[in-house]
């Protein structure tokens, strides 16, 4: 548990990165002096190789090996750790400095070949004293030819040593500041993580009996708070989500038990008091209008359920919406009729207007909406079906001059067993469930519908389809 922890991770993490960029700056480093001090020395070299040409030139050489006159003093007026030998264009030794008396400089093949093209050339060379030995090969020329090779040589001792006390430097302070930073970022980690820490506390509170708790929000803005915000935001969502699922269980089985009442009472009453044919048969019509509409109920709430599950069965294919409408608008006359409304068809289109949908459907959405128009206009006034097309989108209104919506019940128009006036709606032999259905229907087209209403003047119910239909059948919000 413990090693499988953010906090461990992080500072694991944090630690291995540190440790890396700790070795790569030792590389470095080491590597920039190692070159920084070659360059210095070789600098040292070239500067001291000059001078004794211009001293070796001014004082004739002897024969032989023997020390030039004064070179001692030359190279004793330096820091006298160089090693100084003089060669004459043939490769013999001339002259050499007295701290070389046990040793001779080599000239290498290549320090040949360089010197005779009047170049000069840098090695280290190994073997002749106990540290290696940095060799300058410097050539003498005067008209053209090579007089002279003029080496000086000196030991890397001092180099070394200090770049083995860089190493040791290292070595031994770079552990320690690793260990402290380990603890720095250990501490850290955990301050970052504290706030989750106090959220995650404070998410195990939450249970379906308090939805309405959320998390802390201690800093706005940073992604710890961002994070805080989506869990309230989804806590939000689903606490809406468990009230509606409470209230949709409390109004389907008061809307269930209300005809099951019926049913009960006056089965009782009849096969208490009822004597004759007639009214057994009064008693099984109202039985059979309760059953008919407890099916309604049950049918009702199998689409909405099949709609919120993405189960809906659609069958896309293309249809000619107009003709749709002039069919519903015929039948809308026919329920018209008997209340003395009007129903009109307005089609502010020029040409057929074909879409891709499901004609059942649709059919029975809009349906809906023609049947809650007249429902709620009384006699004498019109229910107006309304086809146009804007960006894509057909464009289908139904306007009555019905009895309005309250504007407080506008936003819950399409919620589930949602009455404005129960009384009415169940002597009109409603459920509640038909507005919630022609949405999921809509949404499940990739549309969307509106309503806007004015008490005591009407309302207009508008249902926007795309042209083209969904490119496939899309679960309902």
Known sequence: MFFSSIRFRLTLWYSLTLAVLLAASGVFWHGYLSRSLLRQMDEKLLAVAQDVRYFHREVAPPAGDEHCPGLEGFVLRHDGTEFVQILDETGKIACTSSNMDSFRLPLSPAAQLHVRHGATYFETVSGLLPSPLRLLSFPVIEDSHLVDIIQVGESQAVMAHTLG????????????????????????????????????????????????????????????????????????????????????????????????????????????????????????????????????????????????????????????LSDLLQELYLQGNTLGESRSIAVKLRLEVTEEIRIRGDELRLRQMFLNLIANGIKYTPPGG????????????????????????????????????????????????????????????????????????????????????????????????
């Open 165 to 320: 006390d860089l190493r040791q430097t290292f070595l031994v302070f770079s552990p320690l500041a690793l260990l402290i930073l380990i603890v720095g970022g250990w501490y850290l980690a955990g301050q970052a993580l504290a706030p989750m820490a106090r959220m995650a506390r404070a998410a195990r509170q939450v249970t379906a009996e308090n939805l309405s708790q959320r998390l802390p929000v201690e800093h706005p803005g940073d992604e710890i708070a961002m994070l805080a915000e989506n869990v309230n935001a989804m806590l939000a969502r689903l606490e809406e989500s468990f009230r509606r699922i409470r209230q949709f269980s409390g109004d389907a089985s008061h809307e269930l038990r209300t005809p099951l009442a019926i049913l009960r009472g006056e089965t009782e009453v009849t096969l208490r008091w009822a004597r004759d044919p007639e009214e057994y048969r009064r008693t099984l019509e109202s039985n059979l209008e309760e059953i008919s509409r407890m099916g309604r109920i049950i049918e009702d709430l199998l689409t909405l359920a099949k709609s919120d599950a993405g189960e809906l069965p659609l069958e896309i294919r293309e249809l000619s």
């Open 382 to 477: 019109e229910v107006e079906i309304c086809l146009a097309v804007r960006q894509e989108e057909a464009v289908v209104s139904v306007h009555d001059t019905g009895i309005g919506i309250p504007p407080e019940h506008l936003p819950h128009i399409f919620d589930r067993f949602y009455r404005i006036d129960k009384a009415r709606n169940r002597a009109d032999g409603g459920t509640g469930l038909g507005l919630a259905i022609s949405k999921g229907m809509v949404e499940a087209h990739a549309g969307r519908i509106t309503v806007a209403s004015t008490p005591g003047k009407g309302s207009t119910f508008t249902v926007f389809l795309p042209l083209q239909g969904p490119e496939r059948p899309i679960r309902p919000a």
